[in-house]
């Protein structure tokens, strides 16, 4: 699964494997310093698991609502049935966790390409539909989080930068929805606006266009709020499990830190960098670092084994294995990379 990210270019992908490992091995040394077994034995003792059980929910939940925004993006290409739009999610996570580069978004784009008759140029186009919506949600709760909670200085530059690109790239994108709106206005139909569109890069833009302006798409964006609600529930439902008792925009804030941590290149399961960042959010919020530290590992645990126990019956019921997922999707990552299908 190594060459998935790149397959043309096995040095570049060698290059992004050993940056995740090596972000991997960086957050273990900076969070193990402070990891101390016989406080966590104490501390897991103490633990609530109601509330364990309680965060999992949230946790799984969210992503079968991620299953339903992806159906409703689909919407103008096909009757995408959700049974269908969730297993291949789950299935993705799966393959995340024991992969490095995460490579199971090609995995999923390519289960439900195939379960719906879907161009996979087009599941893919949805999947960076996904991502930008997300962009755009998280870059919103940070700055209205910010308005309640007193971030540090280094973190309120963060956020303002993150603010300031996300503008940028929004600009853009409502200047090529337009520019595609006005070529569109000039043909007669579907057909003809693909003839007076020439290449493959305004095949993709139209494409994009057509889940932009939707009606789905708004539903879509809509569903798109529950997805990160219930992930902060289940992130506040392990720190109330585990003693820590911070408030809901804590939870909100100590996300966004793991998901834009956990965003770059990173080792299976995004495992180190997630205890890194975990901590590092905590941090904004004076936790002591011992107990951040055990508790990163803790919500590690406690929100991975959840979706590993969902997402490899999901694998199994799309018909692959583990051996012919390799190949299956190294062969998708050299066809998406050639042109949208």
């Keep these: 699964m190594s060459d998935l990210i790149q397959p043309r270019n096995p040095g570049k992908a060698r290059i992004l494997r050993l940056l995740g490992y090596g972000l991997a091995i960086v957050g273990l040394y900076r969070v193990l310093y402070y990891f101390h077994i016989v406080q966590f034995l104490h501390e897991l003792a103490n633990v609530s698991w109601w509330w364990v059980l309680l965060g999992m929910v949230f946790d799984v939940v969210s992503y079968a ?50 379960s719906e008759d879907i161009g996979l140029g087009r599941v893919l186009g949805s999947v960076g539909v996904e991502r930008f919506v997300d962009l755009v949600i998280a870059t919103a709760l940070l700055a209205m989080v910010s308005l309640f909670v007193e971030l540090p200085r280094r973190f309120q530059r963060v956020a303002d930068t993150l603010g300031i690109a996300t503008l940028l790239i ?20 579907p057909g003809a606006a693909r003839r007076r569109l020439p290449g493959k890069v305004m095949a993709v833009l139209t494409d994009l266009h057509a889940m932009g302006t939707a009606p789905s798409f ?12 219930f992930q902060v529930l289940g992130l506040w439902a392990m720190m109330r499990s585990y003693g820590l008792h911070l408030s809901f925009l804590a939870a909100v804030v100590v996300l966004l ?43 590690f645990v406690a929100l991975t084994l959840p979706l590993a126990l969902v997402g490899f019956p999901a694998l199994l019921r799309s018909g692959l294995s583990l051996r012919s997922m390799r190949e299956k999707v190294g062969s998708l990552s050299r066809q998406a990379l050639s042109g949208p299908a």
């Design 65 to 114: 609502v991620q299953g339903l925004r992806w159906k409703l993006l689909l919407t103008p290409f096909g009757k995408v049935r959700l049974t269908h739009a969730v297993r291949a999610v789950y299935a993705g996570l799966f393959t995340n966790l024991i992969f490095p580069l995460r490579p199971g978004e090609i995995l999923r784009s390519y289960l439900l390409s195939a």
């Design 170 to 189: 929004l600009g853009v994108v409502v200047l090529i929805i337009f520019y595609i709106e006005i070529k569109l206005g000039t043909t007669s139909g």
């Design 218 to 229: 708004y539903l879509a964006v809509v569903t798109s709020l529950l997805m990160p609600l």
């Design 257 to 299: 830190v793991i998901n834009l941590g956990v965003s770059l290149p990173n080792a299976p399961a995004n495992f180190g960098s997630y205890q890194l960042f975990c901590v590092v959010g905590l941090s904004v919020f004076q936790v002591e670092k011992s107990t951040a530290t055990n508790f990163s590992f803790f919500a």
